[in-house]
């Protein structure tokens, strides 16, 4: 190997950095390639580019077709006009009609030998009494009506205890419009029912005896529950109250199967306390404002009841025939008192209001020949001072400013009254001093019958004769006929204005026009030996 040889002193290099790589050489550009031209004569002189080809028209779509024209609806039919009479309809065929508002059993006449097979109710009739096709009641009728044949309007408003029961009907009874339930035949064998939705009114009775049904739906559409509606309905055990029904009338579910206290939902109203219950004593709860009419009548159990201060409103015979009640407490709080609220109940003491502005009832067992009314009383409730047979006078303070209708119902003994001179609502009749009137000589409040006068004159001026307004001694005189003149300004006789006139009626004078369409419902509870 060839020796290393290193630099002089001194000429040592100090900077080590290696020398820089020399550039390369650049490559050589490649030669063009040559042109070639077409051969002469086949240069192109127009040089633009080709056109592109058309595309080819899409096909136009074919047209959708024009709808069909839609038919036009046919035009609804007219309703048929209410029927102006109500028509019955026989198994023979034969119609007869009537133009009674108020249908009776007396409205029809059934051929001999044939059935009443249908009914159609006409526009003015607006109510069917008691019994009217019932066949037990009537058993000398031959009725096999059916629902669909039973055409019942809206107009008709008030249907009478049992008018459709045996009368061959075997579905349920609504009218046409189905807001009242009139009817449910005992003969259905469900065990459960609910009312539709369209019902307002659950009728009179409309229940009764139905055996086989032992629960029940109520609607919240239901506002009105008439008078018996689920009376005798013995294995009845489960029923809803919405809150929406605001009225009910007496002796709803007597002597049904429902065996605990029944509210309606939210517990305001206490519906029916059940007889079967034994117990002595009953606190009502505070979420009552309304005892319901009938909600303790016939309970036989209970020896007192506290009320408390929630209650406002106590409905019609709530307490009635409560036999063994002996203590009762009326909140101040108590502004609306029904009729015959303890009718035959145990009370024995007179039973005021907790601050004695109410006298509410006074009991017949009383033996007192006369009564002072108490200066702290401002309203005599109905019935209060029913049937009581002991009394021969009574006196009314000036404090009183409202005497409401059958106070003095069936006061067989009383003889006459007094009334404060002073009392601003009330007056007594110059021309008969046995008749209370309303201040303005309006309304016949009383008109006590002596047992030596037979004529009576209503006062002139009067406008409305309420109910049971006509009573007293004289009224038991049995055979003995009254007269009574009736005045031309009298528009309206409450419908048992006279049926305390145990006697008999004798002439009635009636100078006026309006009076006679009430004759037949004023009359037709009097009684003759």
Known sequence: PEPIVFPPSGTYPT?????????????????????????????????????????????????EPEPEPEPEPEPEPEPEPEPEYTTFTYSNGTITTNDDTQITSDSYTIPDNESLTGVTFGKNVTSIQFYTFNTVVNKELSIELDSENVIIPTNVTSIG?????????????????????????????????????????????????????TSITIPKSVTTIETAAFAYASNLTSINIPKSVTSIGSDVFYSSGINSVLYNDNGTMLVYYPPSIVESSFTIPNSVITIGSGAFSSVKTLTAISIPTSVATIGDRAFAYTSILKS????????????????????????????????????????????????????????????????????????????????????????????????????????????????????????????????????????????????GKGSMSWGTPFDFTIPDSVTTIESNAFSNVMGGLGTIKITMETVNAFLVQIFQQVTKP
Do not use: C, W
């Not at 042109?35 to 002469?40: A, G, K």
């Not at 008749?435 to 037979?454: F, M, P, Q, W």
């Open 161 to 213: 205890n049992g008018a459709f029961a045996h009368s061959g009907i075997t579905s349920v009874l609504y009218n046409v419009n189905k807001t009242r339930l009139v009817y449910y035949p005992p003969s259905l064998k469900e065990s459960s029912f609910d009312i539709p939705n369209s019902v307002i009114t659950i009728g009179y009775s409309a229940f009764i005896s139905v055996e086989n049904l």
């Open 328 to 471: 009762i407490n009326i909140p101040n709080t108590v502004t609306s008192i029904g009729s015959n609220v303890f009718e035959s109940s145990g009370i024995t003491s007179v039973l005021y209001n907790d601050n004695g502005t109410i006298l509410v009832y006074y009991p017949s067992s009383i033996k007192a020949p006369s009564f002072n009314i108490p200066g702290s009383v401002t309203t005599i409730v109905g019935g209060a001072f029913q049937y009581v047979s002991n009394l021969t006078s009574i006196s009314i303070p000036a404090s009183v400013t409202s005497i409401e209708d059958g106070a003095f119902n069936g006061m067989s003994s009383l003889e006459s009254f007094t009334l404060d001179s002073e009392n601003t609502h009330y007056k007594t009749s110059e021309d008969d001093g046995g008749a209370l009137i309303s201040k303005d000589g309006e309304r016949l409040i009383l008109l006590v019958l002596s047992s030596n006068k037979t004529e009576y004159k209503i006062p002139q001026g009067v406008i409305i004769i309420k109910n049971n307004t006509i009573d």
């Open 15 to 63: 900077n080590l950095e290696p020398e820089p790589e020399p550039e390369p050489e650049p490559e050589p550009e490649p030669e063009p390639e040559p042109i070639v031209f077409p051969p002469s004569g086949t240069y192109p002189t127009n040089l633009e580019p080709e056109p592109e080809p058309e595309p080819e028209p899409e096909p136009e779509p074919e047209p």
